[in-house]
């Protein structure tokens, strides 16, 4: 996305009215949950390279804004569909670093205790349903989810990711038309990040896919996927619309995916400014700055929190390590269910719903 | 929940189609547990495509019994969302041709789910089967074989009234996804008595159709019906095993029955080439292989989509005398 | 389709631009395909109550324009795809009435030699490519279709038809998604018969898809499905863009299934007033009428001209009665194909191509 | 055409990987043949998530090496209309397992068209298999039972360099839907003589791998591999039967060679229930009842999915060592 002068104007009106749901812990926690991906998925890059974490590795580096800002905003009993560039959302609900580096190198330890890899995962005591690899297949589950809310008539949300080169698939469109016509309380978070793959925008579509929501019935709304608050603030409306019975939102996050698609790839194919431009964008330094410009952080409280979470990753990554390899004999167990266990409530920081002191971190 | 229980009209017992106990299993179910709800297309004010669900929405109201759209991947996708919340989706799939519409959702996401994150995954997943009515290549398959290459679904095909009543409420409380072949050539032809109200068949179980000490034929769905007029026909020592399950097999009974007569001919209306009949010949041929006194012989549709016009379909799917020629051989062996 | 001022209006200017394209023949041809459709369709019905159509019977009684006046703009090397309420445009291209009804009776006359039945047929050389019972999957058959075209850099264009129903599928996005990136010369016919089977429109879809088109990057143009020129006039400009290397278009015929969705089904679901309002406007005595009153026919010209198409499907009819059932041995062959086969040509009665005399019917 | 053929600098002889002789096999045809063209997910610049058509756009241009949006069913449908109107496209899934995702495209338009229709659908759908990488669940599947329970498509899963070379020819120029297995197991580790220039390895015969007397493995893809190892190390008269095609299965091989060793051991990767194992161990204890000495037994995956972590997909995954042990069972039987 092109910053341009009517977006600025844009920028700051969103920031003043998130103002008003934000509290200054909100904001320090924003950062954390964002700077927590960041160095979870850089140790895990490091463990990769170490030959230590088995097939491939797929990380979200640039996109932290959006799996943290909208994930901030869900209630404990709300639900989720976590996809591959998403990590911050596991946090923000409760996964921890060292089960995520667990998970990726295979261990017991891991959320999926070695039966999947990399993002395939998502821990159901805390409401999230892993994601399957086959995209946006997703979409309908958490369509399926927000289903199961309006039928028992619960104000609750179902809130789910997906590339911009997903919304090509049939599966996308199914959910699409579905949650429209059901009026589902779901929130799609759509990331623009410019390539499926190696696949550029205008080969995954003709026109940007934002612009099909009005088409199944719902708003669908572009925001600034680089910027923490405004999807934040994105994610709270379309939230508040779905619990209060209004049905979808889908949100459009321009953002720029600023690794390969995987450790294996080169993004050859990314022109050098593109990459450039957005480089000078990145999410994190971006909200760091802000929070002293605007929210009167002091220079050496941000630094603190940054170097305060990378500590926290270490030592998660320390424990992880320690997690031994899964016995054999898992193999083959756990193919059909004994019994319906139901899914778990996850943590929701965000001031709004804190009680007891639940919800600061890490 | 206790409320509704209580002051349920009972069930008329006694004879009913195959049609009318799949009707009930879905209804009763319905009106003990409240989180059971029918998703589909035209299963509403229409009552489906074969008035499963006729007065249905009458009953439980129309969100109890979705009318969907065109769409089976959202059909099966939504029902996995609603399950895993919850909820215990029954899916109509409007002919189990369209099964291959939904089938990532199925085989990829409802399969998979246990396995990988320990959720399950409690949909039923209902298909309309079979051919014999000039149904075309698009309304006679039998995709049973698909679902056991898929780790992670059960798999039944009732064969009476009173085991499409019970498989599909156990099926119903199963944690797990089941695809339930219901064949349409027995919905109105097969009739017996059923028991009102709660009535379960455990899933995993086969049934004896039919004691005999000379010949097995191992069936399920349509070619039990067939198996036993053929045994009836012939008046022979046949013994015939009606599968029920097909996942997991009941490959105890299976191989005790194969055990004791020493012949085995394997019976379905699928297609030949990595079918069920295939996995249970693989089995017999591997477990039974020293109580074997014959080939294990195979009764089934050739390789070939299933042809629409009666004499083609009748040369393709196998048919009475088919049974009763196959058995003959394999006696005089 | 309510009819408005404004629609009217818009009526008369379509009809004065068909004006243009349309010679008298034409429209006499216009009517007498869907006649030929009608009385084919009347025909197999007996046949059906009979008990002489094995399995099921559908028709499209009611959305006769929508076939024939399509089906009418393509040229001989053009090629389609024809669902199962389209009967016209299989006339229009060649098949005649007996080998229709020959094949709903399973004989070894009819156009796939009793292999398919009711409207799965299509004949390979009059270039029509069969359609399966899983809707919309020959969207992108018919996709592929223009593809070829395109890489060949031929100025062809591959037509289909689809139900507003089968819109809610996600093969029909990945078709419209897929043509839209690469511009392919595709027609898509959209019938809004307002149910699929006895699904209404508002469980079908939250927004009209016409609208969807745009956001595909093709435009979508809405007609009155029961006025064959203001048909055959979108198709033609439809055509004709796509020749042109403008890429796809999509048309909504606004329509009604004036039938049940089968021989079966009693339409009780229809509300009868909806059901009247529209019997007033069928599509052939509309045309009909519009002949005498607009175009100059005599009465008795047109009446004639429905009589002969009548006698004509009555000897058709009795044709087909003759053709033998298939040999079982039959039911075996033509899994594999031993060698490749091209697609023929279809007729193209419309004058714009006439050569020769071809192109008169019956 | 011809002036393309004239023009084309002749393939290297010699060594190459099983991956680079599919790279080959693909160049090859198309030089030869303007109308093949190849359409899949970032094939085009990127040169496939496994480097298959690297340098392909920059020799045959973007419009003949398609990047295709994320939709398998677009992929293959449109590769049907390509085909029937003319061209000769080949599909790459990025990975088998997404074969899931236009399932009904490959099984009810494309394998049912000719049959119907009396229209040939000359496409190839190359399908990255297999597992023994940490692919997990969605990276590892072998779907090609599935494919044999749909019938009209061929299917072809070569084992060595040069059959992967000659088999892709042969399905590029085969009028029907050809379903193309290629283990990424062996993308590398794979390697041998491939014959430059046109080489042609014909659908429908197995290729005997290796001599013996005592014993058949019948095995494809990466079995064969484990088998011959196997039989090296075990260094007994075991007798291994490559199938290269599984549909339509070269039965006669299949059974001389049983015929002649009275022992059968059917192996592969892909899990059990319904596998190609079923149907050959089926045929076998018909076919030749009368010649076996022993059960027909089967190494396969069971029926789980393939999970992630070393350990576990190691315990899942057929290994030398149950090749060994199996045989070693079955010899002393
Ligand atoms: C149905 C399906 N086909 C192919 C793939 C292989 N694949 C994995 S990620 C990816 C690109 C996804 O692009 P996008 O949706 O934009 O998400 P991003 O990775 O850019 O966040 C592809 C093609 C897949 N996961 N699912
Ligand atoms: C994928 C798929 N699912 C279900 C069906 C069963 N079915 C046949 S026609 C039909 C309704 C189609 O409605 P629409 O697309 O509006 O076309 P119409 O019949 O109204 O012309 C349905 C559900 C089908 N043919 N294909
Ligand atoms: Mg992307
Ligand atoms: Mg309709």
Not at chain 1, 306 to 317: G, I, L, M, S, W
Not at chain 1, 325 to 333: K, R, V, Y
Request: glycine letters at 10%; aromatic letters at 8%; proline letters at 6%.
């Amino acid at each position: 996305m092109e910053t341009s002068d009517a977006s600025a104007v844009a920028d700051r009106r969103i920031r003043d009215v998130a103002g008003v749901h934000l509290t200054r812990e909100d904001r320090a926690d924003l950062l954390r949950y964002m700077v927590m991906m960041r160095a979870s998925e850089e140790r895990a890059l490091t463990l990769y390279k170490q030959g230590k974490v088995p097939g491939s590795f797929y990380d979200g580096r640039g996109q932290e804004a959006i799996s943290v800002g909208a994930a901030y905003v869900l209630a404990p009993e709300d639900r989720t569909c976590i996809l591959h560039r998403d990590l911050g959302a596991h946090l923000v609900r409760g996964v921890t670093p060292g089960r995520y580096l667990a998970n990726y190198m295979g261990r017991a330890g891991g959320v999926t205790g070695g039966k999947d890899g990399n993002m395939h995962f998502g821990d159901r005591r805390l409401g999230s349903v892993g994601m399957v690899s086959m995209l946006p297949d997703m979409a309908l589950v958490a369509a399926g989810m927000a289903l199961s809310f309006k039928l028992r008539g619960e104000p609750r949300v179902a809130m789910t990711f997906f590339g911009e080169g997903s919304t090509a698939n049939g599966v996308w469109h199914e959910a699409m038309n579905f949650a429209g016509i059901h009026r589902l309380p779901a929130v799609f978070v759509l990331e623009n990040n410019r390539f499926a793959y190696s696949t550029p925008n205008e080969l995954e579509f003709a026109v940007d896919p934002v612009e099909r929501a009005r088409t199944y019935g719902f708003p669908g709304v572009a925001v600034d996927g680089n910027d923490v608050e405004a999807v934040f603030e994105a994610a709270r409306e379309a939230a508040s619309r779905a619990r209060g019975g209004e049905g979808p939102t889908l949100i459009e996050c321009q953002t720029m995916r600023m690794h390969g698609h995987g450790a294996h790839d080169d993004m050859r194919y990314v022109p050098k400014e593109m990459f450039a431009r957005w480089e000078a964008r990145d999410p994190i330094d971006r909200y760091a700055e802000r929070l002293v410009t605007d929210y009167g952080f002091e220079p050496e409280e941000v630094d603190e929190l940054r170097r305060d979470v990378r500590a926290y990753v270490e030592e998660c990554a320390a424990r992880a390590l320690e997690s031994p390899m899964p016995e054999p004999e898992q193999a083959t167990e756990g193919v059909f269910a004994a019994a319906f266990e139901p899914l778990g409530d996850g943590r929701a920081p965000w001031s709004h719903w804190r009680r007891n002191g639940e919800g600061s971190a890490p | 929940m206790n409320a509704i229980t209580a002051t349920r009209t009972p069930a008329q017992a006694g004879e009913m189609t195959y049609l009318a106990a799949i009707s009930d299993a879905l209804r009763e179910e319905m009106r003990r547990d409240p989180t059971v709800f029918c998703l589909g297309e035209d299963i509403g004010a229409f009552g489906g495509a074969f008035k499963v669900t006729d007065g249905f929405v009458q009953e439980f109201g129309a969100e109890r019994c979705i009318d969907a759209p065109l769409a089976e991947g959202a059909i099966i996708g939504t029902a996995i969302g609603a399950a895993v919340a919850g909820l215990k989706p029954v899916c109509e799939m409007q002919f189990a041709d369209f099964i291959s519409c939904g089938f990532d959702q199925l085989v990829n996401v409802a399969a998979k789910l246990h396995y990988r994150q320990g959720i399950a995954v409690p949909i039923v997943v209902r298909l309309p089967s079979g051919g014999g009515f000039s149904g075309g290549p698009f309304h006679s398959q039998n995709p049973e074989a698909w679902f056991l290459q898929a780790p992670g679904l059960k798999v039944v095909a009732p064969a009476t009234a009173s085991d499409a009543k019970g498989l599909l409420i156990s099926a119903i409380r199963d944690p797990n996804p089941v695809c339930y072949l219901e064949h349409k050539g027995l919905y109105r032809h097969v009739k017996g008595d059923v028991p009102s109200g709660e009535h379960l068949v455990p899933i995993g179980e086969a049934r004896i159709a039919r004691e005999g000490e000379e010949l097995t034929v191992i069936a399920y769905g349509s070619s039990v019906r067939l198996a036993l007029l053929a045994a009836e026909e012939l008046d022979e020592q046949i013994e015939v095993v009606d599968l029920r399950t097909l996942c997991p097999l009941d490959r105890e009974a299976v191989l005790a029955s194969v055990r004791k007569t020493g012949k085995a001919l394997v019976a379905h209306e699928a297609t030949r080439s990595c079918g069920v009949g295939a996995e249970l010949a693989a089995l017999i041929a591997d477990e039974a292989f020293e109580d074997l006194d014959a080939p294990v012989r195979r009764l089934t549709a050739p390789d070939v989509p299933i042809p629409f016009s009666p004499p083609l379909e009748h040369a393709v799917l196998p048919q009475l005398e088919d049974m009763k020629e196959a058995i003959r051989e394999l006696l005089a062996y």
